[in-house]
């Protein structure tokens, strides 16, 4: 059985996953939940919005910022690991130096 075979196989997978662990449990969510709520954020008040709203938009900035958190932490470990790098390669070099 070749590799090509195996992944169209198991292709299906992903959205099945994702459909019964992300988009079935939403829309549950979004259908239990249509009250009106009183949102106040950075001073502003808004009034009789619909609940499911109010969590989509916090999902939605969530998952917004998990991204943005994980760009910015694997910058900085390759940044960390450039340095761990460029420093080895100095110390070896002084050592080379001084044995020579």
Known sequence: MSTETRERRTRWAGP???????????????????????VSWAGFDWENVPLWLALMAAFVAGAI?????????????RRR???????EYLRAQAASADEG
């Open 81 to 87: 690991r450039r340095h761990e790098a460029e420093a």
């Open 16 to 38: 099945v996953l994702l459909f019964t662990f992300v988009v079935i449990p939403f829309v549950i969510l979004v259908f239990s939940n249509t009250d009106g709520v009183t």
């Open 65 to 77: 910022g998990t991204r943005v958190f994980s760009w910015v932490w694997k910058a900085w470990r």
